[in-house]
Nanobody
Framework: QVQLVESGGGLVQAGGSLRLSCAAS????????MAWFRQGLEKERKFVGG????????QEADSVKGRFTISRDNAGTTVYLQMNNLKPEDTGVYYC?????????????????WGQGTQVTVSS
């Protein structure tokens, strides 16, 4: 069992930056793939980016490439999402998710564990 807790959301003007954190408890994340998803006005949670813990490989959605960066800590307990040059369309609830194994899934249904989400609002 993995418990995930996100933090770092807030209100920021367009062009600003935020860093989200996802802290895990229960197990270390070395055997998991981690991802961030965003849920805006639509119900679907959309893939923002992910990291394969085993080798640190990352993937980002095309809409955030060059602006968002995913990283992890060496202790195996926290994943970060650094968001730069934020745009109003980045607004939404950001969720951290974990899936067992090393495949970096891009769809929400493939992730087993979820945090409660943190709100990010970008004003124009």
């Amino acid at each position: 069992q993995v418990q995930l807790v996100e933090s770092g959301g807030g209100l920021v003007q367009a062009g600003g930056s935020l860093r989200l954190s996802c802290a895990a408890s229960g197990r270390t994340l070395s055997a998991y793939t981690m991802a961030w998803f965003r849920q805006g006005l639509e119900k679907e949670r959309k893939f923002v980016g992910g990291i394969r813990w085993a080798d640190g490989t990352t993937q980002e959605a095309d809409s955030v490439k060059g602006r968002f960066t995913i990283s992890r800590d060496n202790a195996g307990t926290t994943v970060y999402l650094q968001m730069n040059n934020l745009k109003p369309e980045d607004t939404g609830v950001y969720y951290c998710a974990a899936a067992s194994g090393s495949y970096l899934f891009r769809t929400a249904r493939d992730y087993t564990y979820w945090g409660q989400g943190t709100q990010v609002t970008v004003s124009s």
